[in-house]
């Protein structure tokens, strides 16, 4: 067997996408977590989880709250975007590239008590198959079985050798769960991780607060509220007055003047694997021809859109792929501005479709830009912004009613998703899944090439249009520190962050 994954520290925590854990520390490093035990911080969020099961509720909300904070997995992603250990201290990976051996944390419990060990393994991958309700759980398809060897050794075996399988541990996916705490996920979460839920007050606030019996390093801000706000001026009203420290992700880039004071508020930017994504509804008229799907393309002006819609923050991509992927290539010319290209598509035919979006700020901001820029070709679409999360991901998701719609796509490497015939694009083409296919089983270079020849095709297909990548835009009162420049994973990580 050859070994990797190996880390060697002074035990404790990892890495994380907004700052250095630790873990162990010395007397002093104690004395100082001692003293800002009693830190709390307020950050300001728009989209409210509908519950707090995200095995069964689609959305990054859920995710964004409490993937790392209150759920840990085997492994999960460093700020740099690598694979790296976390409820596994290392693994071993045989030679034909289909077995997985995870030696575990030892010490580990849930927030219930309960002893973490190689038995939750195997039940939190059985629950995939049994109990999980999201189309992504494909992701994990190669996994044949889960063996626990002893306490602190599970065996994972998959049926071809696979690239993402770590890379989607580090999702929600690989979520560990204990066997005696998911009788009420939707309101009682039970993680291993160093928050545990305080309180939720729907409609307003999430709190959660240290984990007493966290095996790793305790974090600095002992209770984080997430407080939730209808839209984008109340969001930043709350910063300006004090209500919270931080907003996790403007929603209003026009505003940003408003934070320009150094002395009060530090302002960051950077970038997301977020793709802002025109989905259209391959498997019914008007956009079940892909002549209509490609006018769509040369009709939205995406410079426009980004400068009118977002203030010019963010990047056009033109793909499902975005730069922080190895196998990013830049799109944006597949599909130039073109009006008179987009009338010849349409055949001087025009339309009546439906647009229907989720009620969030960017989501509305880009639907009266695109819905100007495709009138002028003859395509006339009627906005009908939806409460988000239930009302869209019940109309749009779940049941593909819609025509036109406008979402964040924050997943990690999700442009999978669009080998599910049965995902809400409708996209259809068993060409584009045996490239992802694979890329997933070939070595380094084979899967990158693959990639790229995946996005080339679905991007040739007009399964979908990319309006722009969304920025990571933070702002807090100064003074709070360890907030991440780049948002690579689906979760809002606290366990690094401090107040001065």
């Not at 008229?285 to 799907?293: L, N, Q, T």
């Not at 015939?421 to 409708?426: G, L, P």
Request: aromatic share 10%.
């Amino acid at each position: 067997m050859r070994r990797i994954g190996t880390w060697i520290a002074a035990g404790g925590l990892l890495l994380s996408i907004a700052a250095c854990g630790g873990g162990g520390g010395s007397g002093a490093a104690d004395g100082e977590r001692q003293a800002t035990q009693e830190q709390s911080l307020s950050v300001g969020f728009v989209a409210e989880p509908a519950n707090l099961d995200f095995t069964s509720t689609e959305g990054v909300a859920i995710p964004q709250a409490l993937l790392v904070n209150v759920y840990e997995g085997l492994v999960k992603l460093d700020q740099d975007g690598a694979i790296a250990p976390l409820l596994a201290e290392k693994w071993e990976v045989s030679d034909d590239r289909k077995t997985y051996t995870f030696t575990l944390r030892q010490g580990v419990k849930f927030s219930n008590g309960a002893d973490f060990t190689a038995d939750d393994v195997v039940f939190s991958f059985e629950r995939l198959k049994t109990d999980w309700k999201l189309k992504i759980t494909s992701q994990l398809d190669m996994v044949e079985k889960v063996e626990k060897k002893d306490d602190t050794t599970a065996v994972v075996t998959l049926s071809k050798p696979s690239n993402s399988f770590l890379y989607t541990l580090a999702t929600r996916l690989g979520a560990m769960f204990s066997r005696t705490g998911v009788d009420d996920l939707a309101n009682t979460p039970v993680g291993t991780g160093p928050y545990q839920l305080g309180e939720w007050r729907r409609g307003d606030h999430i709190r959660l607060d240290a984990n007493p019996g966290y095996w790793g390093e305790k974090p600095a801000i002992s209770s984080v509220t997430l407080k939730y706000f209808k839209d984008a001026t109340a969001l930043n009203n709350a910063l300006l007055t004090g209500g919270i420290d931080v907003i996790s992700a403007v929603n209003a880039p026009e505003s940003l003047d408003q934070f320009a004071d150094p002395n009060r508020f530090e302002v960051i930017e950077g970038t997301t694997n977020g793709e802002v994504v025109l989905s259209m509804n391959n498997g019914r008229p008007p956009f079940d021809d892909k002549k209509v799907r490609q006018a769509v393309r040369h009709a939205i002006d995406h410079q426009a859109l980004l400068d009118t819609a977002w203030a010019g923050r963010g990047q056009l991509i033109g793909a499902m792929v975005p730069p922080t992927d190895p196998w990013y290539e830049d799109r944006t010319g597949d599909y130039p501005y073109d009006v008179e290209k987009a009338k010849e598509l349409l055949g001087g035919k025009t339309y009546d479709v439906k647009m229907r979006i989720p009620n969030l700020p960017y989501a509305v901001a880009s639907a009266q830009v695109v819905k100007s820029q495709l009138a002028q070709v003859g395509i006339n679409a009627d906005i009908e912004p939806l409460e988000f999360p239930a009302r869209w991901l019940d109309a749009v998701f779940t049941n593909a009613d819609y025509d036109l719609s406008i979402i964040n796509h924050v997943e990690p490497r999700d442009i999978s998703i669009f080998a599910n015939k049965d995902y809400y694009f409708r996209y259809d083409n068993p060409e584009f899944g045996k490239l992802l296919a694979a890329a997933d089983e070939g070595t380094e270079q084979e899967q990158i090439e693959n990639y790229k020849a995946a996005a080339k095709l679905m991007s040739e297909d007009a399964a979908a249009d990319f309006l722009f990548l969304f920025p990571n835009l933070i702002v807090a009162k100064k003074g709070v520190t360890g907030l991440p420049k780049n948002a690579i994973s689906e979760s809002f990580d606290f366990t690094g962050l401090a107040k001065q």
